[in-house]
């Protein structure tokens, strides 16, 4: 099993690159089902959840074409509606199939996820839109099994605001016989790239980015060219790793208008930010103070940041607490970033931090995605070694992160 080995208390400097956002490329690449034209998509990162969601496409008839960061899908001959378990198990966005093969096929077998490091998770919402559009669906073997003659348009309101629950359902609304109304609408950027790229293809999609979408079903979609939006959370990764580490860092191809709680929370803990275009600068030349963040539904403070912000609180001036509302069980680092000696205690979904002046390094383990940016992050700022062993979590989600840092003057390798 892969590990990092981290030299700590160097600071980051010079810039980094932005990579095609995860969360965005993954139901576009599903929006491929929808039409037998194809498709191409450029700025498509490179990680192993882009990989595990071409091989399910692919086992279900989808050829790909890949160049760089180009990739040309094309769905005109499916032979296999079905995503199997192996692969929903490793990933569970591959419930983002659902809603396209249901829409186009009239059938789709999609595995129950289970579930997960981080929670529960169930896919209710996700199941009850589709019912309300006229689908059967069966919970057979542990599967869910889809069956819809035409998909109707229906108003359908989500009880939690669920972010693949929304795509899923927007990408089978686009296919459907009259219009559709999602209520309590996730408003996430990515959910809007989305929306993009189906308009691109010939679907009508109003709200987009509100919590009212409006879509009116069409029966054909044709191919487009769509270039994927960066990774916010990849941006907010590295500037956390700065903000911790100390440095001057620019980040190239981001977006700051889609990162405003986080640069706020970067610049209450002391960091001074410059935005100029797709530009984003952070300079931070002192121990960060303290800051108190509480998740919640874009445009609020992302769940997928949470993790990052506790690294950076565990070394800061004063005490904060970290309270987290999207997921039950998303704590996980906190053991592992005791063992570098932090100071956290946590009462059911809060983390109460103390501030300390040093962390030491020592070897800890990944356990999710997030969780695995803020044992990197912890690992910069600590002093001596710390080794993140399990790091196959990063990988799914993190583009070249250990390349990344090195060229910001990080010490920290691969070992294999
Ligand atoms: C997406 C993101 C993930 C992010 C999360 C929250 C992708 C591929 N993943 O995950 O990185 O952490 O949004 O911003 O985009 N829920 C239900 N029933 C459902 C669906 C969701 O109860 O049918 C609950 C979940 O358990 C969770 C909350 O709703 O507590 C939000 O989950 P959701 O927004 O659906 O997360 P994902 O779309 O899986």
Redesign the pocket.
């Known amino acids: 099993m892969q590990k990092l080995a981290i030299q700590g208390g160097s600071p980051l400097n010079g810039e980094v690159n932005i990579s095609g956002a ?2 965005a490329a ?2 576009i690449l599903c929006a491929s089902l929808l039409s037998s034209d194809s498709l191409h998509f450029d700025n498509v990162p490179e990680l192993n959840d882009i990989s595990t969601m071409c091989k399910l496409l692919q086992q279900m008839g989808v050829t790909i074409e890949a160049n760089g960061r180009q990739r040309v899908l094309s769905a005109a001959h499916i032979d296999k509606l079905e995503a199997p378990y192996d692969m929903v198990k490793t990933m ?2 591959s419930i ?1 199939v659902l809603g396209p093969l249901l829409a186009r096929f009239g059938e789709a077998r999609v595995s129950l996820p289970g579930g997960c490091a981080i ?9 009850k839109g589709l019912q309300a559009m006229g689908a059967e669906i069966q919970i057979e073997h542990g599967y869910i099994h889809a069956q819809s003659k035409r998909l109707k348009g229906a108003r359908i309101f989500f009880d ?6 929304t ?1 899923n359902l927007m990408m089978a609304a686009a296919l459907a016989d009259g219009v559709t109304i999602l209520e309590n609408a ?1 408003r ?1 950027p ?1 959910v809007v790239d989305l929306a993009n790229c189906l308009i691109s293809m010939g679907a009508s999609i109003e709200g987009a980015g509100s919590d009212t979408i409006c879509i009116t079903g069409t029966e054909r979609l044709h191919g487009a060219i769509h270039c994927i939006m960066p990774d916010r ?1 990849e941006s907010g990764t590295f500037l956390v790793a700065a903000a911790s580490a100390g440095g001057n860092i620019t980040l190239t191809n981001a977006r700051a208008d889609i990162l405003d709680n986080v640069l706020e929370k970067l610049q209450e803990a002391g960091a001074l930010i410059k935005v100029s275009g797709n530009l984003i600068n952070l300079q931070m030349h002192k121990r960060p103070l303290a800051v108190n963040v509480r998740t919640a ?2 445009p609020a403070f ?3 940041m949470q993790a990052q912000f506790m690294a950076m609180n565990t070394i800061a001036e004063g005490s904060s607490m970290v309270v987290e509302t ?3 069980n998303r704590f996980m680092h906190v053991q592992e970033l005791r063992r570098l000696g932090a100071q956290i205690e946590v009462e059911g979904n809060t983390a109460v931090i103390k501030g300390c002046s040093r962390l030491e390094g020592a070897t800890i383990m990944a356990t999710d995605l997030r969780a695995s940016a803020s044992l990197v992050i912890a690992g910069l700022a600590a002093q001596g070694e710390t080794i993140v062993d399990r790091i196959y979590h990063l990988d799914r989600g993190y583009e070249h992160i250990e390349s990344k840092l090195s060229a910001l003057g990080a010490q920290i390798r691969r070992i294999k």
């Open positions: 995860k969360n993954l139901p569970r966005a983002l929670g529960s998770r169930p896919v209710d919402l996700h199941i939690l605001v669920s972010v693949t629950g795509e996730a996430e990515e959370i539904p874009y992302p769940t997928d999207i997921f039950e």
